[in-house]
Nanobody
């Protein structure tokens, strides 16, 4: 089992910055990839950024060059630095961790989410 707790959300003006944190506990050594997803109001959950155990990253098209994902294995924490925020970045941001069961199957764990609101 893996437990994930997000923090750092809040209200910010357009053009501002926020840093989200995701603290992981439990069977941390089993985690392969971690990521941030968001769910804008009335829309589907979407990938924001993902980082693998070898620190490879990929980003959603709308956040490239503005957001940076990182992880501190010593602190069991993942971060999302968000710069140049736009009103369209508003949503609930969820932390995700993937644990492989075998070569094909994996289990996904989710945090409860943290709300980010960007005012225009």
């Amino acid at each position: 089992q893996v437990q994930l707790v997000e923090s750092g959300g809040g209200l910010v003006e357009a053009g501002g910055s926020l840093r989200l944190s995701c603290a992981a506990s439990g069977s941390i050594s089993s985690i392969n990839a971690m990521g941030w997803y968001r769910q804008p109001p009335g829309k589907q959950r979407e990938l924001v950024a993902k980082i693998t155990s070898d620190s490879s990253t990929n980003y959603g098209d709308s956040v490239k060059d503005r957001f940076t994902i990182s992880r501190d294995n010593a602190k069991n924490t993942m971060y999302l630095q968000m710069n140049s925020l736009k009103p369209d970045d508003t949503g609930v941001y969820y932390c995700n961790a993937e644990v492989p069961l075998d070569r094909v199957r994996r289990v996904a764990y989710w945090g409860k989410g943290t709300l980010v609101t960007v005012s225009s």
